[in-house]
């Protein structure tokens, strides 16, 4: 392996980890060095494509981790790179320098390698970080038989399931909206119309019919004041898109796309969640 | 011959990607944390002084900034700003990465030991002769110390260069040999080669003990390396050198006795003397060329305090 820019002591630490991921993750090809966005001021020492369109980016270095790191993950996050950040370093790093670089790495999603001679050991995993840099919500602002839920949805986006992240919220949001028609049925809060209170199973029905009967059949004076139409329009908004979620991108560009989308979904999703939740606080549903 | 003074350069932006570090660049370590605080400054500031590098089929050969080079590399820079020097002989090649990086940079002294002799290889070639080491520092301007000391790690047997170098590779805070420890031991061990031959049975063997002894910290400093070749110089101070030899043979062998137990067991007494004998001359000595009538009473009166008290120890002698 020809490197112009890793010092020679490390070059073992690189060849090991390529080993590594040949071995491990049926990686063969690896680029040296080399530039991967003319936007971005930083090449990685290695790097290589998977068949899912994501790219993993190994920096080795003597420590576990490096503050010119923090430019290069803030650039994946905000441009939705689908990247896997590892930093590979050589076994030995002193205690106390190894646990401040290691917490750092894992705040940041950056995967950790500790190298030693024919051994590379996955001290915790690198997320994508074109999901990673998906907005962290304050829990405590909602009640608390939601945090569990939405603590899970995000830990479960981060880790590189989005799709089920966002699924995870859209299913609260859902059971909030049937809770919410029953109440309405069970109080007659119907506008008055010549065929009278809408026929419909609030179970059962899809959750899109249960949000256009809300939408088009409720008496909004009887709710709440801040459980505006728009409000509800907003929530019906995410039926469209609920199932549009779980397709394989067929190109690093598809991936891009579908993990932009799935973030603005996401953060959309726990937004419309908590104002559903704070606007219907009174009807203790 | 000194280096060149007059070099024809031109300044201009160069294609990063079309330089390569120069061959003869004897610097063998880049470590990590330099690169990445000189990496952030770059990152700031851009490269704020050119490289210099010479042409050479169609590509450019790095002269100076070979860090500069790698940083602008990792940073994905597009061009670098460079001086464009004319293509310099071998030995100039090698005497002006001497010249610019050892003094500046402070090389590690493994990276000067290792390209020395191809200095003086070459040196040799030009002079005619072997080249001494007022030549050798003029030319790559080392100091002479520098070079003196660099000869320790020459003449170790390669082993121990690759042990040093092994070393050399890790972190700062992880290394356990230096090159510092490795001249104090040399320097120890060829005293006692040239001293107390009959000390030294196998030079490796006790260097590979040595070794060990510093690791288990048996050996608890560099400096007390240093009472080795005190041991050696028994002579030196009238020191019994049976005693000497004892005490050496029983030191280069597996065992927790240090360097300075066995000065404290053999040579220690005598050198204090010697340090007491000398000292009491030069206060003799001193004492006999003062004018005592031009003291001042309150001077002539410590004075005298002290001589009372010096007079009452060497009655303890007889």
């Not at chain 1, 051994?119 to 840099?133: D, F, M, N, R, Y």
């Not at chain 2, 670098?80 to 002989?89: C, E, G, T």
């Not at chain 2, 000398?278 to 005592?292: A, H, K, N, Q, S």
């Amino acid at each position: 392996m020809n490197f112009r820019v890793l010092p020679s002591q490390l070059h073992p630490t690189a060849e090991e980890v390529v080993r590594f991921f040949q071995n491990d993750r049926g990686i063969s090809k690896f680029r040296i060095e080399e530039s991967v966005s003319n936007d971005l001021d930083y090449r990685p020492t290695l790097q290589a494509a998977t068949p899912e369109y994501y790219d993993f980016w190994i920096e080795v270095s003597e420590t576990p981790y490096l503050r010119s790191l923090d430019g290069v993950v803030l650039y994946c996050m905000t441009n939705c790179l689908p990247v896997k950040l590892y930093v590979a370093f050589p076994s030995g790093s002193s205690s106390t320098e190894y646990k401040k670089c290691a917490d750092e790495a894992r705040t940041k999603g950056v995967g950790l390698l500790e190298v030693s001679p024919g051994k590379c050991t996955v001290i915790h995993e690198a997320l994508l970080l074109s999901l990673s840099g998906v907005r962290s919500e304050e829990r405590t602002q909602f009640p608390a038989r939601y945090r569990s839920v939405l603590s899970t949805a995000e830990a479960t986006f981060r880790t590189g399931d989005p799709a089920k992240g966002c699924a995870l919220v859209y299913d609260d949001i859902e059971a909030l909206s049937r809770r919410l028609v029953k109440k309405i049925q069970k109080n007659n809060w119907w506008t008055h119309s010549a065929t009278g209170a809408p026929a419909f199973n609030a179970d059962k029905d899809s959750w899109a019919s249960v949000m256009d009967i809300i939408i088009n059949r409720t008496n909004f004076n009887s709710l709440p004041k801040a459980a505006k139409k728009s409000l509800l329009i907003r929530v019906a908004a995410l039926t469209d898109v609920r199932n549009d979620t779980g397709h394989k991108p067929k190109n690093r560009a598809a991936r891009i796309k579908r993990d932009r989308e799935l973030r603005t979904r996401f953060e959309s999703a726990i937004d419309v969640l908590r104002d559903l939740v704070d606007a219907l606080r009174p009807l203790r549903i | 011959m000194p280096i060149p003074t007059k070099v024809n350069a031109d300044l201009t932006d160069i294609a990063v990607n079309k330089i390569d570090r120069n061959p003869e660049n004897p610097r063998i370590f880049f470590r990590a944390a330099e690169l990445e605080t000189l990496l952030n400054s770059i990152r700031r500031h851009g490269v704020q002084v050119p490289i210099s590098v010479y042409k050479e089929h169609g590509r450019y050969v790095l002269i100076d900034g070979e860090r500069r080079w790698r940083c602008s590399l990792k940073l994905n820079k597009k061009t670098i700003p460079a001086l464009v020097q004319d293509k310099p002989d071998a030995l100039h090649n090698l005497l002006l990465m001497f010249n610019i990086h050892a003094l500046r940079e402070q090389w590690d002294l493994l990276t000067i030991a290792l390209k020395l002799p191809r200095v003086i290889s070459l040196l040799q070639d030009r002079l005619k002769k072997e080249p001494t080491e007022k030549d050798i520092a003029e030319e790559t301007g080392l100091p002479r110390a520098a070079i003196r000391r660099s000869r320790f790690l020459m003449d170790m047997p390669q082993e121990y260069r690759d042990q040093l170098l092994t070393d050399l590779q890790k972190p700062k805070s992880q290394q356990q040999l230096s090159e510092d420890f490795f001249i104090e031991l040399e320097r120890a061990l060829k005293t006692v080669e040239r001293a107390l031959p009959q000390a030294l049975d196998s030079k490796d063997r006790a260097r590979d003990i040595l070794i060990e002894k510093y690791k288990t910290k048996v050996i608890p400093n560099l400096v007390d390396l240093r009472f080795i070749p005190k041991i050696a110089r028994a002579f030196k101070v009238s020191a019994d050198e049976q005693r000497a030899v004892s005490v050496l043979r029983k030191l280069f062998q597996p065992n927790n006795y240090s360097p300075k137990e066995a000065f404290e067991q053999s040579v220690s007494d005598a050198y204090t003397e010697r340090d007491l004998i000398g000292r009491m001359v030069t206060l003799v000595e001193r004492l006999e060329g003062l004018d005592f009538n031009s003291l001042d009473s309150e001077f002539r009166t410590s004075l005298r305090e002290l001589l009372r008290r010096l007079t009452d120890l060497t009655a303890k002698l007889s």
